[in-house]
């Protein structure tokens, strides 16, 4: 069955330090790829997305994403955390056709230490 | 530019109670989505509406009944509340076509039942 899947559902970094968040998909095709932010209270925000013109996708607030086929990932990075970046973090996928496709991962908290 | 808006923000039934949740976009999105989220789950799809006129269930739909009154507006029903339903809800709104174009979500309604 096609799923998604985020490695670890806390994760805390300090100010200033490299932050990976990961996310892995079972399918033997090629998705479309999505990272999405939540802040405490907020809806989700689109942070960048993979639709396959390139593998390493750049986003707002200094976040990226590669898209790695053989791996079947596509991991968030930022070189240097801030503490605005505190927030939930979503991976989706879309296996096919339209967007009611999407299935979401379960989530992961970033804390970010001062 | 509001995006999507959803009524109320917070609200609390008793089982048994009925309840609508109000949800308008105001980027003329042709497709609408409700979700819910729990913790440790993501979001899960509960009902959808590709276009307008049409509504179709998602992962969850079971308690729930959906009317796409317009291209605008999606409303969500909970016509007998029971406690598994406390939830966050999430509308959500994109484009069709074009690829695989991301969703833009309202800020949630949090719902409790006792």
């Known amino acids: 069955a096609q799923s998604v899947t985020q490695l670890g559902s806390h994760v805390s970094v300090s100010e200033g330090a490299l932050v990976l968040l990961r996310c892995n998909y079972s399918s033997s095709v090629p998705p479309y790829l999505f990272w999405y932010v939540q802040y405490p209270n907020q809806g989700l925000q689109l942070l960048l997305k993979?639709?396959?013109?390139?593998?390493l996708v750049k986003g707002i607030n200094g976040f990226e994403a590669e898209f790695k086929k053989s791996e079947t990932s596509f991991h968030l990075t930022k070189p240097s955390a801030h503490m605005s970046d505190a927030a939930e973090y979503f991976c989706a996928v879309n296996f096919s056709g339209g967007y009611q496709k999407v299935t979401f991962g379960t989530g992961t908290k970033l804390q970010v230490i001062p | 530019n509001a995006g999507v808006t959803q009524t109320p923000k917070f609200q609390v039934l008793k089982t048994g109670q009925s309840m609508t949740l109000q949800c308008a976009q105001d980027m003329n999105h042709n497709s609408m989505y409700w979700y819910r989220q729990d913790p440790g789950m993501g979001l899960r799809l509960i009902y959808y509406?590709?276009?307008?006129?049409?509504?179709d269930k998602g992962e969850v739909p079971n308690g729930y009944n959906v009317s796409r009154l317009n291209k605008r507006e999606f409303s969500l029903r909970l016509e007998s509340a029971a406690p598994s339903q406390t939830s966050v809800y999430f509308c959500?709104?994109?484009?069709?076509?074009?690829?695989?174009?991301?969703?833009?979500f309202g800020q949630g309604t949090r719902l409790t039942v006792v």
């Open positions: 959500a709104s994109s484009e069709i076509g074009q690829g695989h174009p991301e969703a833009f």
């Open positions: 993979y639709t396959s013109a390139a593998t």
């Open positions: 509406s590709a276009s307008e006129g049409t509504t």
